[in-house]
Every structure is written in C-alpha cells, then in structure tokens.
C-alpha cells in the first residue's frame, strides 16, 4: 500500500515507519523537515509546516494514498483543512487522539469508556497554568475529532480514530519515565503529591504502533478506540516495578500538591502524578480490532534495557534534582 505518515519521527512514528518498510509498503513522510528522521533513505520526504494550509496542500497537490496515519494534528482548523485536502483522495485516514478528550468532560469517571466521550466540557481553568494548558489539548483535540467524526457522517470520509493514553517507549523525548528512572537510581527520594491519586493505565510505544496496523486492516467507518495496557496500576505499584527492574529500593515522599507546586518540583519531579493522566478501557479495541497488549512489566524491562544501553539526555527537569533532596531533608528534619 501507498501510505503517507504526517509528523512523529521521533517516537511512534518513527517505530511505525520501519515496521511498514519492513512489509513492504510504499511509505512517504510528511513533516517540517527540522528534526533529523534518521530514517531509510527509500522513505520519500515531503516538507510542509501542517499548520501552514498553503504549504500542506502545495505538498499533497496531486497526491493519493491507501492510508495516512496522522501523528500531528491538534486543532480543529488542521482537521477541516486535511479534510478538504484529502476527502476522495485517501482510502483510510487514521487520527492519533488523546485520552484527554474525556479528561475534559463534566462528569466523566475512569476508567473511561469510548462511551463517555458525549456530554458537557469543564470550564477553562486560569490562563497561563500548566492545566490551562493541558486542559486547551483535550478541548483541541476534541474540537478536531468533532470535524472528523462530521466529515465521516456527511461526507463519508474514511477515518479512525485511535485514543491514546500517556505513551511509554524507548524513543519517549519528554523523557518522563527516564526521569523516573534517573531518581530511583540516584538512591534518593522521589517526591510524589498526595492528591489526587489516580490509578495509572498507560501505552507502550509498540503497541500503539500494532493498533495502528491492525486499524489500517478496517475500512475506516468513523470508529474510535481506546488504545490503553491491560494493567491498571497505582504510582507506587508502577514504580515498584520499575525498582525491581533496576535492583533499587524506591523512596517515594509524599506532599501536598500545593507545597510541591510552590516550589516548583511538578511535574518534573513526578510527570505521572498529574490529573491529566487519563485512564481508558481497552475492550472495544480487543473485540473489533482484535488487539493484544504487551505486558506492562515486559515493556518496562524492554524499555529499561534500552536505557541501560543508549542513555537518553538527562531531562531539563532532572537539573534541580539536588533541590528536591535538599527540600526533602529539610522537611523531615522540621518535623
């Protein structure tokens, strides 16, 4: 097949553009061309800010595809524009949203279903806040699968949308669970908040990868699927793993949230402490899709390999490190 993939070089993308070579697909990139790919020079290159509608359709001017997987679209405006550009022109368009899109619903209770997506949205919290921002995602990316699933009703276009919860990989560049990694190997305490403490259910890389094969088996009829492991964890249950893997003991510190905001630690200091980790169920992806998942220890051991043998760049978050032990020591010692 003819298969175009729109940004992600760095991580999924990256994963599913050798997997596609590998089977013999025709693949072209389509991105900014600003981050070297280092991928296969048989992969065709188009260049195109997304965002820039002249420059994308210069780009696709002409062009037709089996399946495009779009790693890089996030606002509404992108999703009408793909839309005009490709309606009639692509056999299946596959969206990666977000677990987000629930996490910004009036009302809506983990673990959540494909079903809790209808019903009203949260206000705005205060501007120029990390969950101002975090808050803008999932109502962009919302705003963008409204336009798909639309497109889908009134004009047949042919999509699938995939929602994904916090993706753990080897090619991760927020380096969030390295960031974990590098203080439980440190020895000293990782400070986690009191509340709220929500339960974990994340993604391997790989995995979303396989979701996305099996997903361009279908025909694109306007379905969306959760993408999310088997397991659902507490953060001390996750980190235990993790300390197991490494040959560590963790030391977990709780404090308010408040405190640890105060000071600047979150979210470096705890990445998957945040409410706006989201919690999805898998069943209608096992059913239709026919998707299995990798065992969350199996992928973290995969992972933690991959560390051990090409260390990522220590996260900008990891700089303050001796502040969040020296904030940790001084806080017993007041006790």
Known sequence: MNILIIGGTRNVGHFLAHELLSTGHNVTLLNRGKTPD??????ERLRADRTDSFQLEKALIGREFDVVVDNALYKQQEAE???RLLNGKVGHYIFLSSGQVYLVREGAER????????????PAPKANTFAYEEWLYGIDKRKAEDVFIKAGQEQN???????L???NGERDHFSRLYSY????KDGGPILVPETPDYALRHIYSQDVVKAILLAMKQTGKGRTYNISQDETTSLEEFLGVVSELLGVQPQLVHFRRGLLEANGFLPDCSPFSERWMSELTNERSKAELGMTYTPLREYLGKIIAHYESDPPRDPVGYKRRH?????AEQTAAEK
């Not at 673990?111 to 949260?122: A, K, N, Q, V």
């Not at 502040?323 to 904030?327: A, G, L, M, T």
């Open 38 to 43: 280092n991928l296969p020079d048989e992969i």
């Open 81 to 83: 524009t793909i839309i």
């Open 111 to 122: 673990p959540f279903t494909e079903e809790s997506y209808d019903g009203r949205l949260i």
């Open 157 to 163: 276009f042919p999509f699938t949308s995939l929602r």
């Open 165 to 167: 919860p916090m993706v």
């Open 181 to 184: 990694v590098l203080r439980l």
């Open 323 to 327: 502040r969040e032990i020296q904030f």
